[in-house]
């Protein structure tokens, strides 16, 4: 069965950097859509970023365009998720999902759209 392990999280300061892996076993990451949600105390888990399987196009949370980048390395199985002058906003457990078969472009914002959701890594952020 799928499973997924989210790593790379920590604290950090405002404006540093960290970049996130999510290892998969049981699936190969070239084949699926992949999402990056976080969920911060007191809040709904928020879209963040995705990388479709389809077209291979990518989708940003308006919050995090320009400061955040999603990517994958086939040969790892590894998907990561680059995260560049990061703000206190941003502090929250990071977890990554598989897309589920019926993901497409259109609802590529949904928690529901995805599946197989790993542990979490946390990120925090102090001004």
């Known amino acids: 069965q799928v499973q997924l392990l989210e790593t790379g999280g920590g604290l950090v300061q405002a404006g540093d950097s960290l970049r996130l892996s999510c290892a998969a076993s049981g699936l190969t990451y070239s084949r699926y859509t992949m999402g990056w949600f976080r969920q911060a105390p007191g809040k709904e888990r928020q879209f963040v970023a995705v990388?479709?399987?389809?077209?291979?196009?990518?989708y940003y949370a308006d919050s995090v365009k320009g400061r955040f980048t999603i990517s994958r390395d086939n040969g790892k199985n590894t998907v990561y998720l680059q995260m560049n002058s990061l703000k206190p906003e941003d502090t929250a457990v990071y977890y990554c999902a598989v897309g589920q078969p019926t993901y497409y472009n259109g609802n590529y914002g949904r928690p529901g759209a995805y599946s197989n959701w790993g542990q979490g890594t946390q990120v925090t952020v102090s001004s």
């Open positions: 990388l479709s399987s389809y077209d291979s196009s990518t």
